[in-house]
């Protein structure tokens, strides 16, 4: 469904499945370096209007209230530590 809703309504919004096809719970900060690799890596990087590729910073945006979770819940110190960096 979200899919549909991408290619319909966006030229530059796209879905990736990868997070909910993996057998098991991806930390954010390992789904972050997926998209980072996925973005930069494989499609390298978004284009700019004159056509070049320039790299693209991954960040997490999200609320206290889910920061604060992610302390002591299922996240692992060396995790934290990589969302800190973005």
């Known amino acids: 469904m979200c899919e549909i809703a991408a290619d319909q309504t ?11 096809i993996q057998p098991e719970y991806m930390p ?5 370096d997926h998209f980072e690799h996925e973005i930069n890596d494989v499609l390298g ?10 790299p693209v910073r991954i ?3 999200a609320g206290a209230d889910l920061i604060q979770t992610m302390s ?3 996240i692992s110190p060396e995790h934290c530590y990589s969302l800190r960096q973005a």
């Open 59 to 61: 960040a997490l945006l």
């Open 45 to 54: 990087g978004a284009e700019r209007p004159d056509g070049s590729r320039v």
């Open 10 to 20: 966006s030229n530059w919004l796209m879905v990736d499945p990868w997070e909910a």
């Open 72 to 74: 002591y819940v299922l």
């Open 28 to 32: 954010t900060a390992l789904v972050l």
